[in-house]
């Protein structure tokens, strides 16, 4: 769990903690494409022979890049980066679009594949459990079985599941697992706003996917989540989205909506119920982040592999203005190192 305040003693072993990148398994790639038609999926091949996937319930069209399938490529892409710690996780199209079972599968095949990247490159690499959450009940037993995984150190998922807002008391007991074991809930966007004015010029990803934080954090907000879970962390993408910017439009519809009259505190009181990641693509929007909510609760992310994100995330840091050594130090691997509990998981 993190530290309240910015003072913070650390003994991380690690100068460079990347809490955003993606990962696609070999074994995850091969099941995909071995059951996905079954259930609707169209596969392809890229003009670079990348296996492709789209259709059957998944969001958009799917390329699965050996930059994010082989595990040495990705250890070696951190030398360049300035990293010496990624934690891995699934992205689109994530597990939803499966059957409950088949989405099990899927979810076990990650999170083992995690765990051998980790017994591999102990000193480089950790897992994001990934979960059916489709079926609430299959995904909290995969939660037990995967959190004795070792290196596995958060609880990965989407901001809503199949339209299913993420603060939807249905997912509740998966929040109380990873509350009691102090296993982060660190959310990623799938399918965001719904598409349907969204399929042009990238609109999904430059304007979808910041505002699926702000839905995402909302949900756990007024919802009732974080209220319930008062010592669950979570870890929102893109630094926050736009949901560091709404928040105080949210506080006037609790001073005024009959319909919020249930809240006993304002919105921006949760402001640091949450960490944020660096991915603004701003270092000035970073420094007022900081001056805002708290310098110890922002973390590095990549986004790797993905255009939308950074391919040399040490250098954005460098970049934010007035920052001093130890602000960089806390960002570049302290905070990571506190929120995702590595002292304790440190041995693979």
């Given amino acids: 769990m993190a530290l309240d305040g910015p003072a913070m003693s650390s003994s991380c072993p690690w100068c460079g903690i990347d809490a955003h990148a993606h ?61 010496d710690l990624r934690v891995l996780s699934l992205t689109n199209p994530m597990n939803y ?3 409950a079972g088949l989405g099990l599968e899927l979810s076990q095949a990650y999170n083992d594949a995690c765990g051998r990247a980790t017994l591999r490159y102990p000193d480089n690499i950790r897992g994001a459990i990934t979960l059916p959450m489709q079926d609430p009940d299959l995904a909290l037993k995969e939660l037990e079985r995967a959190a004795r995984i070792p290196g596995m150190c958060c609880v990965y998922m989407a901001m809503h599941v199949n339209g299913v807002n993420i603060g939807d008391k249905r997912f509740w ?23 349907e004015r969204m399929t042009k010029q990238h609109m999904s990803n430059l304007i979808g996917n910041p505002h699926e934080s702000a839905i995402g954090a909302f949900s756990l907000i007024f919802d009732g989540a974080l209220d319930t879970f008062p010592n669950l962390q979570v870890l929102l993408p893109h630094a926050g989205g736009s949901f560091p910017w709404l928040v105080w439009r949210w506080d006037n519809g609790v001073k005024r909506r009959p319909e919020l009259t249930y809240m006993k505190k304002l919105a921006s009181d949760y402001l ?3 960490h944020y990641d660096t991915i603004s693509h701003s270092p000035q929007l970073l420094r007022y982040m900081m001056e805002m909510i708290g310098t110890d609760r922002v973390v590095i992310g990549t986004d790797y592999d993905m255009d939308a994100g950074y391919d040399l995330p040490v250098d954005v840091v460098e970049e934010i203005p007035g920052l001093t050594e130890a602000e960089k130090k806390m960002i570049l691997a302290e905070n990571a190192y506190q929120l995702l509990n590595l002292k304790q998981r440190v041995t693979a």
Avoid: Q
Avoid at 33 to 57: D, M, Y
């Fill in 173 to 195: 007991e998966i929040f109380a697992f990873a509350e009691a074991h102090k296993l982060p809930i660190c959310l990623h966007p799938v399918f965001p706003c719904g598409e």
């Fill in 97 to 99: 679009w499966a059957p």
């Fill in 23 to 83: 990962f696609f398994p070999a074994e995850w790639v091969s099941i995909v494409e071995k059951e996905g038609p079954k259930h609707g999926v169209v596969l392809g091949r890229s003009k670079h022979g990348a296996l492709t996937a789209e259709g059957g319930g998944m969001p958009f069209k799917h390329t699965f890049r050996n930059s994010m399938i082989d595990v040495d490529y990705i250890v070696d892409a951190m030398k360049k980066a300035r990293l």
């Fill in 272 to 274: 640091r119920r949450f």
